[in-house]
Structures are given as structure tokens and as C-alpha cells.
């Protein structure tokens, strides 16, 4: 008998509970964001869907975004909502107008909404993408390559002079007629912060004058987008002759060495014939 009048009890409690959320509840049914992933600067705005599931109609509802940890700000619009009355099975939306800090970095940011009616508050959250394209700089930075059938490095810059850092970037330095590859071809050099440089150095024997480099790219961003690119770097050579005469190397002495010596076996046998001769005398 206990055990009936127990199950009977926790029935009705469990059913008044059901009740009484039935009476009172909103939903929040999607949220949603134009543009998807925004640049910094660029304005956003953001939908919020709500559903009045209860049997009664509810008054003074009031809708908040939480922008203290997420670099947005209210534009045309505050950071509160209220909505005077949201009938029974009614559905209404929920505008905010919001733009992205100059100040932001890129990444996926949590922003938590409340919406309090009756004494009732209930929270979610919401998820908004900023997203800024990284810019890479490439240029030579040095060689030690001068004319063309010698073999020596060439070390390539890379500047990162975006707003965006860039993540696992590798460099492939393509096959050419122009030269053969000493070292490996692959180069990985990694992350590079905004404002900052990396380099990345190949060890190559330089067969003519067409000194251009080309070099296939490849990184990703802070919302791990993955960027494929096509660069190419060049440098002057010259011939040896040319390199001579700017001063890039040092002249050859060689052939002055060669004449200097034959002179001095030219001068040897003239002395040597003219002491024979006069020895005959």
C-alpha cells in the first residue's frame, strides 16, 4: 500500500513539473550569422530564433548577448533585446547588428546569450568565426650564386605582412632545366607570427643564366583554411668574364703565370745559347 501511495505521489509531482514547464518555456530554436566568417571591420548580424512552447502567453522577455570576452561590438543596436509579449506557439526573431574589432584575432569565439522572462533565466551560447586572410611576402634574401656552373645556396625570405598568423608552412622548390637541386627540394619552416620573417634555404649547381626560382606554397590559418600558392624568386648571374670585370670575383691570374714562366724559359735559353757561343769563341 506504501509503495502505491509512493508511486502515486512522485506521479503527480513529476506531472505538475511537466506542467509548469508546459505553462512557462521559451525555446530557443537557431541562431543565425551574416556574414558566416567575418573580416575585421566588417559588420555582422545576428538572428535569434525564439519559441514560446508554453500554454501561455509571456511577457517582458529579455534577450542579452555577452560581448565582454569576444572582440565585437554592438553597432545601431545595444546588447539587450526586449520583446513585450510572445504569444503561446508563437515564434519571433531577434535581431543584433555587431562589428569586428580591428583589434581582433582570428579564431572561433563563444558569446553567451541569456534570456530571462518570469523569474526564469536560460543561457546558451552562440559561436561567431572571424576570419582574416594571411598575406605572405616572398623575396630573396641572399646567394652566394655568382655565375652560372657553380653550385652555392639561396636562401628565400618569407614575411608574413598580414593580420593573420600563419600555420605549418612548407616550401617545395620546383624542378628546372636551369639547375640541379643539391639539397632536399622540401623545406618545412612552420608557423610565422604577424609582423615577423622566416627563411628557407636550398643548395642548388647553377647551370646557365636563367636564375628563376619557382616555388609552390603551402599553409594554413589560424581557422586551419588551407592556402595553396605559386611564387617565383630570381637573381642575377652572370658569366664568368662579366663577374671579373664588375669585381664580383677575383680575376683570374693563370694565364699571367703561364706567360711569366715562358718568358723566364725564353730568357734562360737565350742566355744559355749566347754563353755557348761565346764559349766557342
Known sequence: MKKIIFLTLFIFLLAIQVFQVKADDILINSVNSIPKEASLGERVDVTINLENIGAKNIKNIAVKLDLSQAPF???????????????????????????????????????????????????????????????????????????????????????????????????????????????SKTVYIGNIDRDDTQTAEFKIFQKDRSSVLPLKIEYRDANNNLYRDNKLVSFNTYTKDQAEKLGLIKKSNFMNYIIFILIIIVLFLIFKFRRKRKNEW
Do not use: C, R, W
Open 73 to 183: 561590438a554592438p553597432v545601431d543596436s545595444s546588447t539587450e533585446y526586449i520583446i513585450q509579449e510572445l504569444d503561446s506557439d508563437e515564434s519571433t526573431s531577434v535581431p543584433f547588428s555587431l562589428i569586428v574589432l580591428p583589434t581582433a584575432t582570428p579564431g572561433i569565439y563563444k558569446i553567451p546569450i541569456e534570456v530571462a522572462y518570469s523569474n526564469v533565466t536560460k543561457k546558451a551560447l552562440i559561436s561567431l568565426t572571424v576570419q582574416v586572410k594571411p598575406q605572405l611576402f616572398v623575396e630573396l634574401d641572399k646567394t652566394d650564386i655568382i655565375y652560372a656552373g657553380t653550385s652555392g645556396n639561396v636562401i628565400i625570405k618569407f614575411v608574413n605582412n598580414g593580420l593573420a598568423d600563419i600555420k605549418f608552412l612548407t616550401v617545395i622548390l620546383d624542378n628546372s632545366q636551369s639547375y640541379d637541386i643539391l639539397s
